[in-house]
């Protein structure tokens, strides 16, 4: 007897010490497998749907364990891919990592799994961050590399993270575009080779590629059904996103800074922290990952998602540079009696020696121009006040121009080599300023703290950015150190940006960079919401705000209703088509009020009333995203519902419009199947009432069946309330 105890008990300490080296990191429904044996290579094992400790063993025994080095360095094995490649003072190239230590620190809102590995030679130390959301299911995963050795290290490769991906039909989704045309959707399978989606613009990350991507794991993307795997890189700055195939049963993924142009000279006991890569998996396809994305971000990456956003007027294409104190007043006016609840007075306010009448002077100079406006900054606060309403402003505090007072007082600010002339961008002079300087910090801080001190009644930043790095150099930086720039100017930004939410954490700023140039969640920590694009015509909206949301939720989408015909494409289109579209995202204007007819205002005012009062289920709501655009079949729909599934709004839009046309059914993913609803269609005008308007329908009905809608002509929508009924 004592002989069978004696085996029983070696046979289970022998299967928990077996196991006592694998990592289990899980969210609600996911989970991330890693094998970290002390004094051994830290691997990956698993990655995908939430497993249990004792399935572990079950992973390794069907074959699914990938046994990948979670965090590859060159140097051993030299022909693939590496995460991280550095040079020693001795001029070795080589790293040999092995695990020392592995700590769980349990977070408010996450659980936070640190390994440290070292290298067997050198004083080398790399600590694998991976933090585990217990809300929504997304791991975010980074590295904080450091040494002791007596000189510095040059880091030349140092992704932020790596994944390996088994070979199938694979796909990846990913968003591309440029300015005015920003986030279009691109699907393509994974095939040999080598992928690469970058970006080197050096201020704005978002315009060309984004740091963000879909991984398909079984075949064409679908929205709702599906394995897929979501990718987002936290970084503001440039980028690079690797797809290797090479002849094995994997792609291998990585993400992390792009180093051209950036190696980084690690001093001793420096600590070289790299941007996090947010990663989601879910079963339920694109959709399915959007929905993390989205929930993370209200939750944990966007500042004050949980509030809602004002509906405003914006002046720029009302009036352009042509500020003027009256028209401002009476745009002020016009948006009050419309319903809004914030006016943004954009560019042209600003410039004493320099007038700011184009875009070729003055960025910098922030004072006001008394010709324009000679009652001040506190006559439009009080004028808005007096109507109920906010007030905010632009600035672009990273830039100047040749022709401005600042320029003239510290050429040595701006971004140029020591021997060369300035390259001006935008207007034919404009600069981008150095933010690796800690005086360029504190005078961009300090432009903010003095406007917000004179003028504490100001809710409202838009901050632009509307020019990439040129003239690669900084008169700050160590001749050394001149390729820490890209990668120092956004560390700057950052510290700025946390200087102005210490002390002011109420303030609502806008990140606009040329439009949608600075989507990304490197930044979106300290904002509000993000500018989506510059072209406001609402038929292209519907296909740039659509890939947007593949990464990015409505609360932080800056959507607005615009003149027809549209100032970017001269296309002519119903109001009620524009509102619609705009009602998607956070609702705004950016037209002349004045120029409205009484018929206009009248529709403008209910649909302002109207989105009030779905504003929570747009802004908070899970979103799905039903008739894609990219399928062209002549129309696109979506919806977003609440947590609860009892309060819903559905959109349709015809994209395409010819005679005899046959357009799908409208179904609405995303209802209970189980609940009753009734369906009123919101911001009606000039249609007679829908057959079904007010009528109570089944969720599975709804779901599986759907809807004949009529969109009849050229530019027709539809918004759908879907309110739950009781038995």
């Not at 294409?317 to 914030?342: C, R, S, T």
């Not at 027809?564 to 705004?588: C, E, I, N, W, Y």
């Not at 929570?616 to 899970?622: F, K, L, N, R, S």
């Not at 179904?667 to 009734?678: C, I, S, V």
Request: with cysteine; aromatic share 10%.
């Amino acid at each position: 007897m004592k002989r069978i105890l004696l085996g029983l008990c070696l046979l289970l300490s022998t299967s928990l010490y077996a196991w006592e080296k694998d990592v289990l990191i899980s969210t609600p429904h996911t989970s991330l497998l890693l094998s970290a044996p002390e004094n051994g290579e830290l691997k990956i094992v698993y990655y995908g749907e939430r497993i249990h400790p004792n399935q572990i063993g079950q992973i390794h025994q069907a074959g699914l364990a990938y046994n990948k080095p979670a965090y590859p360095v060159f140097g051993i094995e030299c022909r693939d891919e590496a995460a991280l490649q550095v040079k020693h003072a001795d001029g070795n190239l080589s790293l040999d990592m092995v695990v020392t230590d592995v700590q769980t620190i349990n977070q408010k809102d996450a659980d936070l799994t640190q390994i440290t590995l070292k290298d067997k030679v050198y004083p080398f130390q790399v600590k694998v961050m991976y933090k585990a959301f217990k809300h929504s299911d997304i791991i975010e995963t980074w590295t904080e590399i450091t040494h002791q050795e007596k000189k510095a290290v040059t880091l030349q490769q140092f992704a932020s993270a790596y994944l390996p991906i088994r070979k199938g039909d694979v796909w990846i989704s990913h968003l591309h575009g440029s300015w005015a045309n920003e986030a279009k959707l691109t699907t393509e399978p994974l095939t040999t080779g080598m992928k690469v989606i970058k970006n080197k613009d050096g201020a704005r990350n978002a315009h060309t590629d984004h740091a963000e991507v879909m991984i398909s794991l079984d075949g064409r993307p679908l929205e709702n059904h599906g394995p897929v795997i979501g990718a987002a890189l936290c970084w503001s700055g440039n980028y690079r996103l690797r797809f290797d195939t090479l002849d094995d049963n994997f792609h291998y993924f990585f993400a992390g800074i792009n180093e051209d142009a950036s190696e980084y000279t690690l001093e001793p006991k420096e600590v070289f922290a790299t941007p996090e890569l947010a990663l989601t998996y879910s079963n339920e396809g694109l959709g399915g990952a959007s929905r993390s994305f989205h929930r993370w971000a209200r939750q944990n990456k966007i500042h004050h998602a949980d509030r809602p956003r004002d509906i405003l007027l914006n002046s720029w294409e009302g009036v352009y540079f042509n500020i003027n104190e009256e028209g401002m007043v009476q745009m002020m006016k016009d948006i009050a009696d419309l319903g809004g609840e914030l006016f943004v007075m954009d560019d042209g306010w600003f410039g004493d020696k320099y007038p700011r009448l184009s875009d070729n002077s003055s960025l910098g100079d922030w004072v006001v121009d008394t010709r324009k406006l000679p009652n001040g900054l506190s006559a439009l606060t009080r004028a808005a006040k007096e109507q109920g309403i906010k007030f905010g402003i632009w600035l672009e505090p990273e830039m100047t121009n040749l022709t401005s007072e600042l320029y003239e007082k510290h050429p040595d600010w701006i971004i140029c080599q020591d021997n060369r002339q300035p390259r001006p961008g935008r207007g034919g002079t404009q600069l981008v300023l150095d933010l690796s300087n800690p005086d360029v910090q504190d005078f961009i801080y300090q432009t903010i703290d003095r406007l917000m001190t004179e003028n504490p009644e100001i809710a409202y930043i838009k901050w632009d950015s509307n020019m990439g790095v040129a003239n690669y150099g900084s008169s700050y930086l160590p001749k050394g150190k001149q390729s820490h720039l890209n990668i120092d100017y956004h560390r700057g930004l950052c510290k700025v940006m946390q200087r102005i939410r210490a002390k002011y954490p109420d303030l609502v700023i806008q990140n606009c960079a040329s439009g949608g140039g600075r989507a990304n969640y490197g930044l979106m920590p300290y904002f509000e919401e993000f500018w989506t694009s510059d072209n406001t015509e609402a038929l292209q909206r519907i296909y740039m705000q659509w890939g947007t949301s593949y990464f990015f939720p409505a609360v932080a989408m800056g959507s607005h209703v615009a003149s027809s015909p549209s100032h970017q494409t001269g296309r002519l289109m119903p109001l009620k088509f524009r509102f619609d579209v705009a009602m998607t995202g956070r609702l705004g204007m950016e037209m002349q009020p004045k120029n409205m007819t009484a018929n206009e205002r009248d529709f403008a005012r209910k649909a302002i009333a109207t989105y009030k009062r779905i504003r929570p289920v747009i802004q908070q709501g899970d979103l799905y995203r039903i008739l894609s655009p990219y399928d062209d079949k002549g129309a696109a729909s979506l919806l977003y519902t609440n947590a609860e599934k009892t309060h819903a709004v559905f959109f349709a839009f015809k994209t395409l419009h010819y005679m005899n046309q046959i357009l799908p059914r409208f179904k609405m993913d995303g209802l209970d199947p189980d609940k009753q609803y009734r369906l009123t269609e919101l911001n009606v005008q000039g249609n007679k009432p829908l057959p079904f308007e007010g009528k109570v329908f089944s969720g599975s009905l709804l779901m599986k069946e759907g809807l004949e809608l009529p969109l009849e002509y050229e530019y027709a929508s539809r918004v759908l309330e879907v309110v739950e009924v009781g038995e």
